[in-house]
């Protein structure tokens, strides 16, 4: 079965978080610009004068969205990790020395401030991996799409640069995502997923 079609968290497919992430960063991005215009327009006002008060308080109530669009961003994208991650066999849900990675120890470990950032990249590195694994034991497709373990790294990485989160980061993680799931169409995700999924 295709991508789209991994069973549902919370009645929501795999496809379907990827582009709510995207969705919703393009949103966080709109309200950053906004706050960008207002905060200057703030500033040529004079930003201690009284005519300038509304002006910042919209300038913030836009920073604020913005800052709350891409949290549920972040949130699609980590759900969208833990579909993924429950497709591949058990024994390739290793992230470095921790082994037999769950779905609850997946979401839990990314909530821990700081090492969630090289959690996350483990995550990608080892899904790279696995499915690497898993198509150098299957007859290659007619149509092979490379394994973007590059791509994801840096789109995890370019994620810890302040701006560039914002405007850049959502846009290498679609790109990432996008590939994996082709990756795993091509190699077959009702082999993946294994007792992980029930068919759709």
């Given at each position: 079965?295709?991508?789209?079609?991994?069973?549902?968290?919370?009645?929501?497919?795999a496809?379907?978080?990827?582009?709510?992430?995207?969705?919703?960063?393009?949103?966080?991005?709109?309200?950053?610009?906004?706050?960008?215009?207002?905060?200057?327009?703030?500033?040529?006002?004079?930003?201690?004068?009284?005519?300038?008060?509304?002006?910042?308080?919209?300038?913030?109530?836009?920073?604020?969205?913005?800052?709350?669009?891409?949290?549920?961003?972040?949130?699609?994208?980590?759900?969208?990790?833990?579909?993924?991650?429950?497709?591949?066999?058990?024994?390739?849900?290793?992230?470095?020395?921790?082994?037999?990675?769950?779905?609850?120890?997946?979401?839990?470990?990314?909530?821990?401030?700081?090492?969630?950032?090289?959690?996350?990249?483990?995550?990608?590195?080892?899904?790279?991996?696995?499915?690497?694994?898993?198509?150098?034991?299957?007859?290659?497709?007619a149509?092979?799409?490379?394994?973007?373990?590059?791509?994801?790294?840096?789109?995890?990485?370019?994620?810890?640069?302040?701006?560039l989160?914002?405007y850049?980061?959502?846009?290498?993680?679609?790109?990432?995502?996008?590939?994996?799931?082709?990756?795993?169409a091509?190699?077959?995700?009702?082999?993946?997923?294994?007792?992980?999924?029930?068919?759709?």
């Amino acid at each position: 079965m295709p991508p789209s079609a991994l069973p549902p968290l919370l009645g929501v497919s795999a496809r379907g978080l990827r582009l709510s992430a995207l969705g919703l960063s393009c949103g966080g991005i709109a309200f950053a610009l906004t706050f960008g215009v207002f905060i200057r327009r703030a500033i040529a006002m004079g930003i201690a004068s009284d005519h300038a008060i509304p002006v910042v308080l919209t300038a913030l109530l836009a920073l604020l969205a913005a800052l709350l669009l891409r949290m549920g961003a972040s949130l699609c994208e980590l759900m969208w990790l833990e579909r993924v991650w429950s497709s591949l066999p058990a024994a390739m849900r290793v992230v470095g020395p921790v082994k037999d990675v769950s779905s609850g120890m997946l979401i839990a470990l990314s909530f821990i401030p700081l090492f969630s950032w090289l959690w996350k990249l483990g995550l990608v590195t080892a899904i790279a991996r696995g499915l690497e694994q898993l198509r150098a034991g299957r007859p290659a497709p007619a149509a092979v799409t490379p394994i973007p373990r590059r791509l994801g790294m840096t789109a995890v990485i370019v994620g810890w640069i302040p701006g560039l989160n914002v405007y850049i980061a959502p846009f290498l993680w679609e790109l990432f995502a996008t590939r994996i799931e082709r990756v795993l169409a091509e190699v077959g995700t009702t082999e993946l997923a294994g007792d992980a999924a029930t068919p759709a």
